[in-house]
DNA sequence: CATCGAAACGCGATATATCGCGAGACAGGT
DNA sequence: ACCTGTCTCGCGATATATCGCGTTTCGATG
């Protein structure tokens, strides 16, 4: 799902980069990287350990337990390699930069769908909760009623959410198209919120009139 | 800030209780827990091991190596515990149910708060994101420019986001709330549809105009 | 019986390490 | 140039364990 935030090899430079600075043991590395990308990105013990571990076994680094802490140093050898491919490590940096964006960006769809999920999820575990406590104390009557207004509504609620998304999702991709042609005012938008608020006044009123 | 899910001792009567059922290692625990709260609960690592760890200490279990896996069995004094208070087990079983409950309550709430900062994070990170990448290309120039009309436009098409995101939550919840009543028809499903696309309509003609 | 302090407890954060998948790089043949 | 198998690499998931903070429990002491 996710594309890969560093290129083949550019975390094991960085990593190299970054212990050339100080000394620091994996987690450390993990919160040092995840502090240059502001949280948005941060590599996994996975991701960490491993290069670590393949570092130490090709000589550029060492290791040293230091309590539970395991802390890496940056050998000679390890700064004879930085040195050779410095050039590389700023074009590394720039790609960084881009992918934070790229990553942000990825973040502000992603959490929509998560909030979709996670709504969902909520919603039939509330219900399934709902069920559990309503079976013990007396009752699982009306098993044959064919005209249930929840499940309708239940439906239409689901089907409204897919509105809702996709007009959603319509007019972003609309603004955008504008928008790199400069032409959405501020005003546009004042238009949309007023007209968005309209509608909502109305729906709202179909309610309130049974 | 979020309340203990488990009160004093009742994780480690639920642990033995799991362990009753067959023996487990520690990570396969805090996926059963996991299961049994549709995921919205996960206990952490440092719940468990440690208090695997007690039972150990008290002869209630034993723990045996298999590969990287430490698997837990229950002994016959860890049998006789669980007999002695099977009785505070259901009331435990129960009051799981509503933690389960008040969680997933307690999740819709943060979830929105979460919404906010990420959203003002993601702002602000894209800001400067942008600042960062109109520096290194040929630019800096109009710095006094008071009208460029793709700044304007971007700032609109984000303010826009807003309105369409806070307009998009605010119906979903309005219809949420209706539907538990049952409340919510298709009719209005198709009134929201149509007065969206009517709106979408209206805003996409402002552009046409210039 | 009240109260006060130590021990127990829940839990997120800290810390380390491995496994397996999928995507990409790369050397070799054709 | 163009496949193709292998090898590397990034990464989430799996797995274990400890630390320190805030709260709750509970027995001792007054």
Redesign the interface.
């Known amino acids: 799902m996710t594309p890969p935030v560093f290129a083949h090899g550019h975390l094991r430079l960085y990593l190299l980069a970054l212990l050339e600075e100080q000394p620091r043991h994996g987690y450390e590395l993990i919160q040092a990287l995840s502090d240059r990308f502001?949280?948005?990105y941060s590599p996994s013990a996975g991701t960490i350990y491993p290069r670590l571990a393949k570092l130490e076994e090709e000589g550029l680094v060492t290791k040293s337990t230091d309590g539970r802490k395991t802390v890496y140093e940056i050998t000679d050898a390890g700064r004879a390699e930085l040195d050779a491919r410095r050039h590389e490590l700023d074009a590394i940096e720039?790609d960084l930069?881009d992918s934070?964006?790229r990553l942000?960006?990825g973040?502000?769809a992603e959490?929509n769908d998560a909030?979709r999920s996670?709504?969902a999820?909520?919603a039939s575990?509330?219900r399934?909760?709902k069920r559990?406590?309503t079976r013990t104390p007396a009752s699982d009557a009306g098993a044959g009623g064919t005209a249930?207004?929840?499940v309708?509504?239940?439906?239409?609620?689901h089907?409204?959410?897919l509105?809702?998304?996709e007009?959603?999702q319509?007019?972003?991709t609309?603004?955008?198209n504008?928008?790199?042609?400069?032409?959405?005012?501020?005003?546009?938008?004042n238009?949309?919120?007023a007209?968005?608020?309209q509608?909502?006044a109305?729906?709202?009123a179909?309610?309130a009139e049974?």
């Open positions: 502001g949280g948005t720039d930069t934070v964006r942000a960006d973040v502000r959490v909030m996670l709504r999820e909520l575990a509330a399934e909760a559990a406590a249930n207004p929840h309708d509504s239940n439906r239409a609620v089907e409204a959410d509105v809702l998304n007009f959603r319509q007019v972003r609309d603004l955008r504008q928008a790199h042609r400069g032409r959405v005012s501020s005003e546009a938008v238009l949309l919120k007209r968005l608020a509608v909502r109305d729906v709202l179909t309610f049974r």
